[in-house]
């Protein structure tokens, strides 16, 4: 079973306002993926990460979302305004390494309400 | 381009019957393969994976999968399946390049008593 903790669990914001997620990667998993799964089961990656350093997002993370892995801390995703179509289960995942053989473990998400 | 397609929306089954959930994936280099499940109101859990080696690969809770290069395909089956099953189902690849990794859009699997 996956060991990676997400929290909350369930976050519901109004629009324009901030929505503040973190993740905690399994133990030993310097890479760490961020991904937004829709009502429709559509996923779009949003950003990743290994260790503290970014490397690869999307336009749409670079202007409306700020992400960060700081050492010894969770990470955090946090959509500055939030918008209606932000209402999504954001979804955290960590591997240990970038090889693409090495699984992804995802965490149970955090599923986000914009009213 | 990478993708993933699964063309099954939903399945049906009867509990004790055979399952398979059909994936065909579309990637120019060596295709690392994935199945996962979804449980409701929960996260992605991994069911098997392939990247070399035997093409066929057990996972977990009697789940296996093959891999089939001349057909791009990557079949989830289970000889007999639980009513515990029911989730849905995702097949991914995960590219080399930048080592995102690509979701098909998913089969409800409905196990009905």
């Known amino acids: 079973n996956s060991k990676v903790i997400q929290t909350p669990r369930y976050l519901v914001k109004g629009q324009g306002q901030k929505a503040k997620m973190r993740c905690i990667p399994e133990?030993?998993?310097?890479?760490v993926f961020w991904y937004q799964q829709n009502k429709n089961n559509e996923f779009k990656f949003l950003i990743n990460?290994?260790?503290?350093?970014?490397?690869?997002q999307i336009d749409m993370t670079e202007k409306r979302f700020s992400a960060e892995c700081p050492s010894n801390s969770p990470c955090s995703l946090e959509i500055q305004s939030s918008e209606a179509g932000d209402s999504a289960l954001y979804l955290c995942?960590?591997?240990?390494?970038?090889?693409?053989?090495?699984?992804?473990?995802f965490g149970a998400g955090t599923r986000l309400s914009v009213l | 381009a990478q993708s993933v397609t699964q063309p099954d929306a939903r399945v049906t089954v009867s509990e004790g019957a055979s399952l398979q959930l059909r994936c065909k994936y579309s990637y120019s280099g060596t295709p690392y393969l994935f199945w996962y499940v979804q449980y409701p109101r929960q996260g992605l859990q991994l069911l098997l994976k392939?990247?070399?080696?035997?093409?066929v690969v057990q996972g977990v809770n009697g789940f296996e999968a093959e891999f089939i290069k001349s057909n791009s395909s990557f079949h989830l089956r289970k000889a007999s399946v639980h009513w515990s099953d029911s989730a849905v189902y995702f097949c991914a690849v995960r590219e080399n390049s930048n080592n995102r990794i690509f979701f098909g859009d998913g089969t409800q699997l409905v196990v009905k008593p």
């Open positions: 392939y990247y070399s080696g035997d093409p």
């Open positions: 995942a960590s591997s240990l390494s970038r090889a693409s053989q090495n699984t992804l473990y």
């Open positions: 990460f290994q260790n503290q350093e970014v490397l690869q």
């Open positions: 133990k030993g998993h310097p890479v």
